[in-house]
């Protein structure tokens, strides 16, 4: 794309245009049969993560089992809207690749995401995640809640003094509000599910991540 870093966020000259019309995304769960879209049940709330290639980071929060309502993968923190999958590998739409998750907070704890989250890639590696390389990689909790938010800044504090014990240096993640959140295609959603063998590139660092008791989050909490 004429020299055009995909290291660097594209400045507002650079970002592609995009369309006003969503692009095609699946109806259901392919593991769970469950609306991809929703309307979900009353109750149920919202978690949003970028941890590297959005194919091995959704199965990480799937896997979880009960208390996990429905994931999805899309794209999210760009200033493209509506973009394609191909846009976003150009580096010019600014998105991240990221997984929404939609849980039970009766029976998962936003803890239990945060840990799944910090301990399923390197959030010290920039705009990368190993072998792949680019903004769309990079490390970031997007939050729908003050108490999301306080969570996710506490437990990013707790890990940093963990990995910063094992010799690894600061933590990059980016902690902001929940940004607008555009599906993934239809073949994107669940895609080790439907491909087993598929390329999984996620990686964790190997150090626990010691949130629970330390780090409190009021179940329902809102902004």
Same mark, same amino acid.
């Given at each position: 794309m004429f020299g055009f870093k995909k290291t660097a966020m594209p400045k507002p000259g650079e970002v592609l245009p995009g369309r006003a019309m969503p692009i095609r995304k699946a109806a259901a769960h392919f593991v769970n049969r469950r609306a991809l879209k929703g309307p979900y049940p009353a109750g149920l709330e919202q978690a949003m993560f970028g941890l590297g290639c959005f194919w091995?980071?959704?199965?990480?929060?799937?896997?979880?089992?009960?208390?996990?309502?429905?994931?999805?993968?899309?794209?999210?923190?760009?200033? /493209?809207?509506?973009?394609?999958?191909? $846009? &976003?590998? /150009?580096g010019r739409t600014g998105h991240? $690749? &990221?997984?929404l998750v939609v849980y039970d907070p009766s029976k998962i704890s936003y803890q239990t995401l945060l840990k799944t989250f910090w301990e399923s890639h390197d959030p010290t590696q920039g705009m990368r995640q190993g072998n792949d390389i680019g903004t769309q990689y990079r490390s970031g909790i997007y939050t729908f809640t003050q108490a999301q938010r306080q969570a996710a800044e506490s437990s990013k504090a707790i890990y940093h003094q963990e990995l910063g014990n094992k010799g690894y240096g600061a933590i990059i993640t980016e902690i902001l509000d929940a940004p607008e959140f555009y599906f993934a295609e239809d073949y994107h959603q669940q895609y080790l599910a439907k491909n087993p063998r598929g390329y999984c590139g996620l990686g964790g660092t190997g150090v626990s991540c010691p949130i629970g008791a330390a780090v409190t989050l009021a179940q329902g909490a809102s902004a």
């Open positions: 091995g980071a959704e199965r990480k929060f799937w896997e979880l089992g009960d208390g996990i309502h429905v994931t999805a993968v899309g794209y999210a923190g760009g200033g /493209t809207p509506n973009p394609t999958y191909e $846009e &976003v590998c /150009t991240n $690749e &990221v997984v």
